[in-house]
């Protein structure tokens, strides 16, 4: 071991002195800390929990006005749909009524017209003639009907039809009980016309007769046989 000349003028340099709160081999970093400062204050204490239930206070306080205004605003969406409700039902119950007068109104106006329009037809027909009379003499009456097809043309259609002694309906035939009546039935209708005919129809419709409808008549051969 070298020993350092007595003319060096370096030194050996004395160790620092260790700080009695210093603690074992941490005295540049891990100071550690005073008794005085690691007792805590009973006042900082106290500070620390008013401050945490005021943050509390405050978090409750928000909470319930955030409840408050969603029930406000849910209390408003529903007041509304009621209001709209009422009113969808008032303006409903309106116009049924409306609707009610109006087809009411149109209704008489519909009588109204009909009534007008068959005045207007009934002024227009002619009067109805005056049927010829054909009465039975001492008790009996022989008479001729011919049956003929026939355009009628005096109202505000036109159609043909059959007619009676060219007459719409036929001549009046007057008898009392116990009379006879004897007639010549002319059929001037025409041939009748070729064609397949369905068996519910009459096959041959040219052909005629008088059907005295529940009269007491002969009943044998052709008196009152419709077909």
Same mark, same amino acid.
């Given at each position: 071991m070298a020993t350092p000349a007595s003319g060096d003028g370096s030194r050996k340099r004395a160790a620092a002195p260790r700080s009695p709160n210093n603690s074992y081999g941490t005295s540049m970093f891990c100071e550690s800390k005073r008794p005085d400062e690691a007792a805590e204050d009973p006042e900082d204490d106290e500070a620390k929990d008013n401050e945490f239930f005021l943050r509390r206070g405050a978090r409750q306080l928000q909470t319930q006005s955030l409840h408050l205004r969603r029930n406000l605003a849910c209390t408003f969406v529903i007041g509304v749909g009621i209001v709209v409700l009422l009113l969808l039902s008032?303006?409903?119950?309106?116009?049924?009524?409306?609707?009610?007068?109006?087809?009411?109104?149109?209704?008489a106006k519909g009588v109204t017209s009909r009534a007008e329009l068959l005045n207007q037809v009934l002024q227009k027909l002619p009067e109805l003639p005056t049927l010829e009379t054909r009465a039975s003499v001492n008790g009996e009456l022989n008479t001729t009907?011919?049956?003929a097809e026939k355009l009628v043309d005096n109202g505000p259609i036109a159609f043909y039809t059959r007619a009676y002694e060219d007459s719409v309906p036929g001549p009046m035939l007057l008898l009392k009980p116990g009379d006879v009546l004897n007639i010549h039935?002319?059929?001037?209708?025409?041939?009748?016309?070729?064609?397949?005919? +369905?068996?519910? +129809?009459?096959?041959?419709?040219?052909?005629t007769n008088l059907h005295f409808h529940g009269m007491h008549v002969d009943p044998t051969g052709t008196e009152d046989n419709v077909f």
């Amino acid at each position: 071991m070298a020993t350092p000349a007595s003319g060096d003028g370096s030194r050996k340099r004395a160790a620092a002195p260790r700080s009695p709160n210093n603690s074992y081999g941490t005295s540049m970093f891990c100071e550690s800390k005073r008794p005085d400062e690691a007792a805590e204050d009973p006042e900082d204490d106290e500070a620390k929990d008013n401050e945490f239930f005021l943050r509390r206070g405050a978090r409750q306080l928000q909470t319930q006005s955030l409840h408050l205004r969603r029930n406000l605003a849910c209390t408003f969406v529903i007041g509304v749909g009621i209001v709209v409700l009422l009113l969808l039902s008032y303006v409903h119950q309106e116009r049924q009524q409306n609707l009610r007068e109006a087809g009411a109104n149109t209704q008489a106006k519909g009588v109204t017209s009909r009534a007008e329009l068959l005045n207007q037809v009934l002024q227009k027909l002619p009067e109805l003639p005056t049927l010829e009379t054909r009465a039975s003499v001492n008790g009996e009456l022989n008479t001729t009907i011919t049956v003929a097809e026939k355009l009628v043309d005096n109202g505000p259609i036109a159609f043909y039809t059959r007619a009676y002694e060219d007459s719409v309906p036929g001549p009046m035939l007057l008898l009392k009980p116990g009379d006879v009546l004897n007639i010549h039935l002319v059929n001037n209708l025409g041939p009748n016309v070729a064609g397949e005919w +369905t068996p519910n +129809t009459m096959h041959e419709p040219n052909n005629t007769n008088l059907h005295f409808h529940g009269m007491h008549v002969d009943p044998t051969g052709t008196e009152d046989n419709v077909f």
